[in-house]
Each structure stands twice: as structure tokens, then as C-alpha cells.
């Protein structure tokens, strides 16, 4: 590992002021961390409770990671030099030090202190009513985000994720604490609460969200089974799923933290891939015959499940979508469509299809912002046998590359899309489905023994995932801008996200407890998704009696501005003209048959509402007569000089808006990544003050624009 990274590492646990005295005593890897017992901390300066406990932390974190790193003795050998220490933090190296040469083991870690020194059976059960810990504020937020107070609820229980002869205590419900970044190291800034609200987790979810969070946990598979892992994550009920994770006080007592989320739908390790398509994929399938675009993605860590769930070959969600696909297109009402499949790779930020030799492609926008892979090999299918030859096919030159989690590991994200066309206009777009089997991120950027390709496999991947949250994050919130320039992944999801579009996240976990924090990773990243949702879903609530202003495109106010302004040269009057089919009146027997047609139809903007959305209503009187006014004081070509004018502006001004939203859009890359990943608040200072820069030169322009347009209707008006 090399200097830098160690480094990192510290730093991200907020630890790196030690590390001239690790450095000094030559610990300069993980391994070398993971042999540390809990006498070197003051030998290493580490006298400050709280940095003890980071360190104790990032130690525990470092073991559960790599396993193999137990094993190590304490080959470091610090021990005390009864004439010296390290000095405490922040006051520097010293610049002699001789270090004993002998090795010292670790001492054993037990017998562990008993809690308020009583000893416990396995089947004793001590409410603590009067722990502190019992008043932690629970983790979870109302939906009007504050914290509320859940009873006491501390218990000492029987452990079940440690099975060492030894008694634990679980603490349910308890915080989780200080946040894990993707790294499973703790972050510097306090966590965000899961947020659920109690009575919803008992409602089935909606399967007509335009953004579902569902979560999947798979079975143990016969490795951890046979090295006696235990299964850390409890499903209750449809919607809840539990994860108790094994944690080590300072003082080495071990107890159990149990974090619970809710989401849309929470499939437990026995439920098949039918049961998954049902509450997933089969929403989606239906949706994109009414016109509309849609993708489904797997998100988790490496060997959770993601492929399993989503491109196994025999039974993954797009074999079962496809079967209904196939099966529709047979019918009468849609006969006059066909399916196209392509299958494409993001590889390290570059497209490749998978059908046609890894071809490199291009991701380009086509006139009505639909995303267009320039090259793409796109093959007819029409039964579910021709298209897995299909996908088998692509499937073996996939890049794939070997971790410690999963041989066949993936490094690339991986696309099926499957796009609705008509036959007799194969330009003419009707709906898209995109499956998605995102790479697995966790054991590529932060791997000691890995090479550099693997790392910058692992940073790629990060930096895709990272921006795929924030489009999610941006979009959930009706935020005006998202940043899909960010990667390439967010780029070819572009279309897929705005206007009528609906997605569906499955969050695959690992049940054993080596998995725990990855899992608990995930969750929170799946967590963040679904709370947002819930935000936007009350917001929606709370507006619902003023239906008269909503727009019918169902995108609301900014997310429609947003829209429009990245359209960028749609100022011809044929781009404004943005038209999304809207067929649903023959969907009627399929989505009465299926039960699942959204009630409100409000996804699908007609043919006017974009142009609608840009005018301000004018009542018939007022119009008639600005024309009569007009045409006495206006000669046609000073109309048409004005209207050129005014569309040369609009296009400035787009453009203008265009230059911003990416700004901000990379501002706030810099700025979020920075804050969940712990870098240093120099850095956001330092991009802050570039950002408002710049925005003040844009702004400047705009204004000019503006101004210059301005001043031509003043003349107007003073005829
Ligand atoms: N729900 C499940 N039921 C049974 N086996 C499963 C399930 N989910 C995953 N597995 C098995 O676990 C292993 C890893 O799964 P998979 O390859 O889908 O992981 P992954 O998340 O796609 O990993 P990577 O990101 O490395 O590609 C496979 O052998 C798969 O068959």
C-alpha cells in the first residue's frame, strides 16, 4: 500500500495527525493497523478518548474487511520504551526513537468486561433503562425531519450475530452512528438519520412511483456457510428489513447495533426472481408500452446479487420482462411495434456494444431528448430463445475481472436496453427499457494489493455511482438541475430520468456479518433515495389541493424549467414542439387485467403542455385587442425583426443556462463528494469561490441579454 493511500485512510477516519508517529514506528499499511492492540494506542501518541475510539473504529472496520488480517501477529512489535512515548496529538514527531526490536504479541482479548461488572448467562435479559445510551435520539426522522424520542429500548439480548460462547448485548434501534463512506470507513460528518414514517411501513408500496427503492437480500452461500458466518440481516414483513450489526466497544465488550430501514419492498433470501419481477420490472414493462421510458438498476456490493437479479441468463428480470414484452407485442393493440435489444458496456467511462465486438460507441441526445447510442448494434427480437442467444452472446465479452468477493466479478456497468419502435418507422420512438447491472464498487479504489488498473477500475466506478446518487438525489428533490454530465452512466440514464420516467432501484445485499458495513453502505445509499422520495411524496401531498396549477406532464415547476432549459437550440418552433405519444386507450384490457394502471394518468405531457407551460394565459378580450393595438403601431417586418430578435436572446440565454446548470452541477459534485467522503473544507472553500466566479460572469451576460431585449420593448412602448 502505498504511502498516499495510508494515508487516505487516516485521514478519512479523521486520524492522520498520527500518522508521522505510525509512519515513525513503521506501520504504514493496513495489515500494520490491524496488528495494533489496544496498549500501542498511547504508544503511539493516541491518547485522546475520542481518537481512540476512531482508531478502535477504523482497526475493527480494517478486520472485518480482511479477514486474513486477524491472523496477523502484532509483527510491529511496539512496545513501551519504559523511558518514552509518542507524544499526544498535534505536538509533533519526535526526532529520536529507538524502538524496541522485540516482538510482542497481542494479549488475548478476553475475558471481555461484563457490563456494570454483573456476569451474564445466555439467556439473561437486563433492561438498562438507565443507560445513557437508552435516551439516544432514535435514528430515525419524522417526515418533517426531526428527531423523535423512541422509548428506551437498549436491551441486552441473547446475540445471535456472535456466536462465541460469549454474551453480548444488542442495542436496537440504535444510531448509526457516525457515518461509513464507501470505503466502510468512518466519515467526519454526522450520519443522516433512515427515515421512515411507522404506520407506512405496514401499507404496501405504490407501484406506480415514478422512483421505487426496493431491497434484496440473497441466501448464504456455502463459503460463508461453511466458515459459520451468521446472517446479520432480518427481513420483517414486506417492508422492513433489520440489520444488527457486530460492533466492539473501546473496552472490547461486544455488542450487537440494530439498524432498521423501510422501503418499498424488502425480498428476503427466499424469494425467487419471479416474486422480484412482479414488485420491480412488471411495472416498468407495462409502463414503457403507455410511451414512457423507464430502468431498472441493481445497486450493491460485489457478489450481492446484482447479476443474479438482474442479467442471469436463465431467469434475471430482463429474461421475465421480455417474456411479457414478447408476449404483448403479439397482441392486436401493439402489433404495429417491435422490440429492439442492445446490449452496451460502460467500461472506465467509455461505451462499448457488446453485440458487435465491443465496437466503441457514443452516447448523443436526438431532437426530443431521447438518448441516442450512436452505433449501437440493435437486433429485432421477438421471442424470449433468440433474444438469451443474444445476451449469452454479449455476456462472454463482458469485462470482468477477478476480486477476493466474486470471481466473475464485474467491472464495467452493463445495459440491456430493450426500445419500443414501430415497425413500419423504425426512427419513430415509442418507449425504452433499460436494465442495468451496475460494476461493484467497493473492492477496486481502496485495495492495498491491487494493481493500478483495478484502482482506476475501482475510482471510475465510484465516481459513476457517486454521480448517479446525485442525479437521483436532484431529480427526487425536484431539484431544476441534476448532474448528468458527471459520468458517462448518468449520461446514457439522462432521458431515462427526466420527463415521463420512472425507475426502480434494487439494493442487493450480503446477509453474513463479514458483509455488515458494505451492507449497512448500501442501505444508507438506498436509504437516502427513499427518503427523499418520501419528502417528495408529502410535498406532493401537501399541494394536492391546488390541482388547477399542476402541470399535466406531471414534471413539476423546476424539474420542467430544467428540462426546457437544457434543450438548449429548441427554439425553433419545431422543437417546442416536443411530443410524446400517449396511446393508453388501448392499454385498457392489459392494465385493467394487471391492476396496476396508475389512477391519476398523469405522466404523459399532451401534445401542448410544453408549449402550453411556456405561455402566460391570456384571456380571449385581452389578446384580440393587443393584435388590434399591434397591428396599427407594428409593421410585419418590425414584428419579425423583434421575434428573430427575441429567439436569438432565448438562445443565449439557453445557452447561458446550460453553462450554469453544468456549473452548479460540478460544484455540487465537488462539494457533496467532499462532504461524504470527509475531504478536507479547504477544497469546497477553494470550489465555492471558483463557482460563484463564474456564475457572476454568466449572470452578467444574461443580464446584458436580457437588458438588450428590454430596451427594445421600451422603444415599443414609447411609440
Ligand atoms: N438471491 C439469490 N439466490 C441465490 N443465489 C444468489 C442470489 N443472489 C446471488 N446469488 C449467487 O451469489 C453469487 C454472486 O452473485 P452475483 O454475481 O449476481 O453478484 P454481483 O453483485 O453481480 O457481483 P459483481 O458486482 O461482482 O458482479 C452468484 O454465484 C449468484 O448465483
Known amino acids: 500500500m502505498s504511502a498516499s493511500l495510508f494515508l487516505e485512510t487516516l485521514r478519512r477516519a479523521d486520524l492522520e495527525t498520527y500518522y508521522p508517529n505510525f509512519s515513525t514506528a513503521g506501520i504504514n499499511d493496513l495489515r500494520g493497523l490491524a496488528s495494533l492492540s489496544f496498549q500501542d494506542y498511547s504508544i503511539l501518541g493516541v491518547t485522546a478518548t475520542e481518537d481512540r475510539k476512531r482508531l478502535f473504529q477504523l482497526i475493527q472496520t480494517i478486520k472485518s474487511e480482511y479477514p486474513q488480517l486477524n491472523e496477523t501477529p502484532n509483527v510491529y512489535g511496539i512496545a513501551p520504551r519504559p523511558d518514552f512515548t509518542f507524544p499526544p496529538r498535534n505536538q509533533g514527531t519526535p526526532a529520536s526513537l529507538n524502538l524496541q526490536e522485540q516482538n510482542i504479541q497481542d494479549p488475548p482479548l478476553g475475558p471481555r468486561r461484563v457490563l456494570q461488572g454483573q456476569g451474564r448467562g445466555r439467556s439473561t435479559m437486563h433492561a438498562l433503562a438507565t443507560s445513557n445510551r437508552s435516551r439516544i435520539p432514535s435514528p430515525h426522522i419524522t417526515n418533517h425531519r426531526q428527531l423523535i424520542q423512541r422509548p428506551a429500548v437498549m436491551q441486552q439480548l441473547q446475540n445471535e450475530a456472535f456466536d462465541d460462547g460469549e454474551e453480548e448485548e444488542i442495542m436496537v434501534n440504535s444510531s448509526p452512528g457516525r457515518r461509513l463512506n464507501a470505503y466502510g470507513v468512518p466519515s467526519r460528518h454526522q450520519s443522516r438519520n433512515n427515515s421512515y414514517s411507522g404506520p407506512k411501513s405496514n401499507a404496501p408500496s405504490n407501484l406506480n412511483d415514478k422512483i421505487r427503492v426496493c431491497v434484496r437480500k440473497r ?5 460463508e456457510l461453511a466458515g459459520s458466518q451468521k446472517d446479520i440481516a432480518t427481513v420483517a414483513g414486506s ?29 428476503d433470501s427466499d424469494a425467487n426472481n419471479e416474486q422480484v419481477y412482479q414488485r420491480t420490472a412488471l411495472p416498468l414493462v407495462e409502463y414503457i408500452f403507455r410511451g414512457g421510458k423507464a430502468t431498472c438498476f441493481a445497486y450493491g456490493q460485489t457478489g450481492s446479487g446484482k ?42 467511462g467509455h461505451l462499448y456494444d457488446l453485440l458487435n465486438k465491443r465496437k466503441k460507441l457514443f452516447a448523443r441526445e436526438d431532437g426530443k431528448k431521447n438518448v441516442v447510442i450512436a452505433g449501437l448494434q440493435e437486433y429485432a427480437i421477438d421471442n424470449v430463445e433468440s433474444l438469451m442467444q443474444v445476451f449469452d452472446y454479449g455476456n462472454t465479452i463482458r469485462s470482468t475481472g477477478s476480486t477476493g468477493a466474486n470471481e466473475d466479478s464485474s467491472r464495467s456497468h452493463a445495459i440491456l436496453q430493450v426500445v419500443l419502435k414501430h415497425k413500419k418507422n423504425k426512427k419513430k420512438f415509442h418507449g425504452k427499457l433499460n436494465f442495468i447491472d451496475l460494476a461493484g464498487s467497493e473492492r477496486g479504489a481502496d485495495r492495498g494489493d ?25 431529480l427526487d428533490q425536484d431539484k431544476r438541475h441534476a448532474p448528468f454530465r458527471q459520468s458517462k452512466l448518468t449520461q446514457v440514464l439522462k432521458d431515462s430520468f427526466v420527463g415521463n420516467s420512472r425507475t426502480c432501484m434494487i439494493a442487493t445485499i450480503s446477509p453474513n456479518q463479514s458483509n455488515s458495513e458494505h451492507t449497512l453502505n448500501t442501505l444508507r445509499y438506498a436509504d437516502r433515495v427513499k427518503e427523499l422520495k418520501a419528502e417528495r411524496d408529502r410535498a406532493e401531498g401537501a399541494a394536492a389541493g391546488s390541482e388547477a396549477t399542476q402541470d399535466p406532464s406531471g414534471l413539476n415547476e423546476e424539474l ?3 428540462y426546457n432549459n437544457d434543450l438548449g437550440d429548441i427554439v425553433d418552433d419545431e422543437l417546442l414542439d416536443i411530443e410524446f405519444e400517449n396511446e393508453q386507450d388501448g392499454l385498457e384490457p392489459y392494465f385493467t387485467k394487471l391492476d396496476i394502471r396508475d389512477p391519476e394518468n398523469d405522466y404523459f405531457p399532451s401534445s401542448h403542455s410544453r408549449t402550453t407551460s411556456h405561455a402566460e394565459p391570456r384571456s380571449t378580450e385581452s389578446a384580440q385587442s393587443r393584435e388590434k393595438k399591434s397591428s396599427l403601431k407594428f409593421t410585419t ?16 440565454l439557453s445557452d447561458s443556462a446550460k453553462k450554469e446548470t453544468k456549473l452548479l452541477a460540478d460544484f455540487s459534485l465537488v462539494f457533496n463528494g467532499n462532504n461524504d467522503m470527509g475531504g478536507a473544507p479547504e477544497d469546497s472553500v477553494k470550489a465555492f469561490e471558483d463557482y460563484y466566479e463564474k456564475l ?15 430596451r427594445t420593448i421600451n422603444q415599443f412602448s414609447q411609440r
Open 239 to 267: 417492508r422492513t428489513i433489520h440489520i444488527n450489526e457486530p460492533k466492539q466497544k473501546v473496552d472490547l465488550t461486544k455488542y450487537v447495533e440494530q439498524h432498521s430501514f423501510i422501503f418499498d419492498d424488502v425480498f
Open 219 to 223: 441466501p448464504l452461500n456455502q463459503k
Open 560 to 562: 420542467r424549467i430544467d
Open 637 to 652: 417586418k418590425e414584428m419579425d425583426d423583434f421575434v428573430k430578435k427575441h429567439r436569438h436572446s432565448l438562445r443565449d
Open 696 to 710: 457572476q460572469d454568466l449572470l452578467g451576460k444574461k443580464f446584458e441579454v436580457i437588458q438588450e431585449l428590454l
Open 307 to 348: 447479476t443474479y437479479t438482474m442479467l442471469d441468463g436463465t431467469h434475471g428480470l430482463y429474461v421475465l420482462a421480455a417474456r411479457d414484452i414478447f408476449a404483448l407485442l403479439q397482441q392486436p393493440d401493439w402489433s404495429h411495434l417491435s422490440a429492439y435489444i442492445g446490449f452496451y458496456e460502460i467500461y472506465q
Open 450 to 474: 491491487a494493481d493500478q488498473k483495478t484502482r482506476m477500475e475501482g475510482a471510475e466506478i465510484n465516481k459513476s455511482l457517486l454521480a448517479l446518487k446525485e442525479c437521483i438525489r436532484a
